[in-house]
């Protein structure tokens, strides 16, 4: 199983009561172009492209890096869609939540897992942001990490950083953040290198 990449062109940030229409009935208007974040006009998503929609009310394109509670905000409060051209509407493309397939995806997953190197022995993931001593300690005391993972080199985690989410050698999620926002979300599992 490959981990699956979300890019930040595939991320659709939908208005709290537009969010949960989308979640209640399926469907929701597609208010153009507010929709896509940053604030660039983007024309509308091709027939069968699958995007991930967020509650910008809970889920805000300007990460507050407030993890857990950002991590949380983006696995529960977003759902898979896409581009419904007969009517101009997006529409729910699979049931749940990103946790939900995060977690179905794990549950799944057989045989051998891809590898990468989220942290390299040069100390930077694959990314090229560094891995922090906070990140590193708290993997090899609980076996696991929630939370930020490695800042950009100039040590600003709103210029570069990477969110994850470890249980053991196994990588359920990384967020990787640029300018502050969302540049890429990639769901797992895949397998983690550790640095020794
Ligand atoms: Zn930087």
């Known amino acids: 199983m490959e981990p699956l990449q979300i890019p930040q062109s595939h991320l659709a940030y939908l208005e709290g009561p537009v969010f949960a229409s989308l979640a209640k ?3 929701c208007s597609w208010p153009w172009p507010t929709l896509w974040r940053p604030d660039q006009p983007r024309e509308a998503p091709k027939p069968g492209e699958i995007c991930l929609a967020l509650d910008e009310s809970q889920a805000d394109y300007f990460l507050e890096f407030d993890t857990p509670r950002d991590m949380n905000a983006i696995l529960d409060a977003s759902r898979f869609v896409y581009y419904l051209e007969s009517t101009g509407e997006l529409a729910l493309a699979r049931e749940g939540s990103l946790r939900d397939v995060v977690a179905m995806r794990c549950h799944d997953a057989t045989g051998v897992l891809s ?3 989220c942290v390299p022995t040069d100390g ?7 891995y922090t001593d906070a990140a590193r300690d708290a993997w090899q005391a609980e076996g696991r990490l929630f939370g930020q993972l490695a800042v950009c080199g100039c040590g600003e985690p709103g210029c570069g950083a990477t969110y994850a989410w470890l249980e053991g050698e196994r990588c359920r999620l990384l967020v990787e953040i640029s300018a502050a926002g969302i540049a890429r979300i990639e769901i797992g599992p895949f397998a983690a290198v550790r640095r020794r």
């Open 124 to 130: 930077s993931d694959h990314f090229g942001n560094c």
């Open 115 to 117: 590898e990468r190197a």
């Open 25 to 27: 009935t399926g469907r």
